[in-house]
Each structure stands twice: as structure tokens, then as C-alpha cells.
């Protein structure tokens, strides 16, 4: 049984909860918080990625492969979707997390063109009942709330643009997961990504706030990268490479339903009766598009 969708599955959900240690963060630069949770990532993968490192080789195609996944995902796409969550005051979640579901869009795309991966009608059938479900998750009613001055369309832009991040970036990590062990991309991921945040935080101006972060906001951000930051990717690599790019951007939809049962049980916000049936419908989708046969590898 190939359990690289469980996996995955696990990771989006951690990546869900994510939304509630990082609301404690409302006061620090989005820029400043991307830094210090790669940099105590990169601390704590460090001496897995040295023992990795002995065994793998990169060739310079890769190496800019590598960096591109750390700009995409390690940088731009938390960079937006930590503003996209500041930009609504943290608002019920559900706003924010529509990124999952237009994320597949660009993920497949991705797959298509870098990993040369065939979609059958019978996954574009699925992925489109699961985004379809998703956007009613997400607006109940499908009507778009604007009473709030456009925070909300200002956290759906911001959102746009992580998914287009985080989307293409899944298909450039599977290219090297295919040929790589997943401690060893982890590891190197949070390595690049550590001077680009670097580089991001000094060019918007954040780099007072460095060092104004307090003891109780760097153990929430050290949380962050053992639980929903580096754990969870290193899981995520781990599943994805035995899951198609395509089956695993679907799977991902977790991290958006788990938002929504957060929303529920700890903050008090109940879902509507369609949003209950749009959920189901998701779920539903979602383990249909994980026991799809795995497309073959492209031969290189």
C-alpha cells in the first residue's frame, strides 16, 4: 500500500493548525517571522542534513531547482500567507485558506510542463467537484463577504498569490524527491531559505524587529518549526515522493478543513448547513484522488 498521500494528508493537517501559533505572532513583521522559523528549523535539521549530504550529489540544474523551491515555498508563499492572515486581524480562517483551493490550478500546470505528468479525465472530474465543494466551504452560500472595507479581498489577494507559490513549488520539490532523499531536500531547503528571508527582511525594512523579539514569541516560533513548519515538511517530502504532484495538491485540501474544525471547537464559529455538506463532498474527493493509480515516474 503506497501511504505517500496519508502522508501528505498528515502534514496539511499539521499545516492547519499552524494558523493558531502563528495568531500569537500578530505584533512581528511576516518577513521576521519566516526568518527565525526556517533559521530554528535549519538549527535542528542540521546534523541530519550533514549525514545526508555525504551521500548525495547535486547537479547545478538542481541546485537551481533547490533554490527556486526556497523562494517559492520557503519565502514568498509563507511571506503571503502570513500578510493574507495579518491583513484580515485573523479573522475565522476559512478567508485565508481558499489558497488550497486554487492551489491545485497551479500545481498541475506545473506538473504538467516540469514533470511531464499525464491527468486523466477521472482526476479532472475529481479535482474539480473538490474545488467547487471547497469554494462553498469556504463563502457560505457562495456569496463573498465586502462589508469589511476589502480585508477580505485584500487577504484573497494575498492568498493568491501563496497559492501560486506554494503550487508551483510542489512540482519542482517532486522533481528532486524523485531522485533525492527527503531529509536531504528538507535540509537544504531551510538552508537557502534562511539567507532569502534574510535578504526580505532587510529590503522591507524589518531588521529593527530582529532583535525585538521576546522569549515567549522565539518558543512559539521554535514550536512552529517542530511541529507545523519543519516536521511537517519533512513529512510532506517524505509522502510526496510516491505522490503525484496532481494527487498530492487535492490531498493538501486538508489543511483548509481543519482550519474550519478549528474555527469550530476553538473559537466558537459554526458552519452552515451547505458548508457541512461542501466538507463531506471535499473529503469524499479527496480520498477518491488519493486511490487513484500513481502516474509512472517520466525516465530520465
Do not use: C
Not at 196 to 217: C, D, E
Amino acid at each position: 500500500m503506497n501511504i505517500g498521500p496519508l502522508l501528505v494528508f498528515v502534514a496539511a493537517v499539521l499545516w492547519g493548525i499552524d494558523g493558531v501559533l502563528r495568531r500569537t505572532l500578530y505584533d512581528l513583521p511576516p518577513t521576521t517571522i519566516v526568518f527565525y522559523e526556517h533559521l530554528i528549523g535549519l538549527v535542528l535539521i542540521s546534523p541530519f542534513l550533514l549525514k545526508a549530504w555525504k551521500k548525495e550529489v547535486l547537479t547545478k540544474k538542481e541546485w537551481g531547482v533547490i533554490f527556486l523551491v526556497a523562494l517559492l515555498s520557503g519565502v514568498l508563499g509563507t511571506l503571503f500567507f502570513t500578510s493574507a492572515l495579518l491583513a484580515v486581524s485573523f479573522i475565522p480562517f476559512s478567508v485565508v485558506f481558499l489558497i488550497q483551493k486554487l492551489q491545485p490550478v497551479f500545481t498541475v500546470a506545473t506538473a504538467a510542463v516540469v514533470l511531464k505528468e499525464r491527468v486523466s479525465m477521472k482526476y479532472v472530474l475529481l479535482a474539480g467537484i473538490a474545488l467547487i465543494a471547497g469554494y462553498f466551504v469556504t463563502f457560505p452560500g457562495g456569496v463573498v463577504n465586502l462589508s469589511d472595507g476589502g480585508g477580505h479581498l485584500m487577504a484573497a489577494g494575498l492568498a493568491l498569490l501563496a497559492a501560486i507559490s506554494w503550487g508551483s513549488s510542489t512540482a519542482f520539490s517532486r522533481s528532486l524527491l524523485l531522485k533525492h532523499d527527503n531529509t536531504f531536500v528538507t535540509g537544504l531547503r531551510f538552508l537557502i531559505t534562511v539567507p532569502i528571508a534574510l535578504v526580505f527582511v532587510g529590503a522591507l525594512g524589518a531588521a529593527p524587529s530582529l532583535t525585538a523579539v521576546t522569549l515567549s514569541q522565539l518558543g512559539v516560533l521554535a514550536l512552529i518549526a517542530v511541529s507545523t513548519g519543519m516536521l511537517a515538511l519533512w513529512i510532506y517530502y517524505r509522502g510526496l515522493r510516491s505522490t503525484p504532484a496532481s494527487t498530492a495538491t487535492i490531498v493538501e485540501l486538508a489543511f483548509p478543513l481543519t482550519a474550519i474544525a478549528i474555527d469550530y471547537f476553538l473559537y466558537g464559529t459554526a458552519l452552515t448547513g451547505g458548508q457541512y455538506l461542501a466538507a463531506v463532498v471535499l473529503l469524499a474527493s479527496m480520498y477518491a484522488v488519493a486511490r487513484l493509480p500513481l502516474v509512472s515516474a517520466p525516465q530520465t
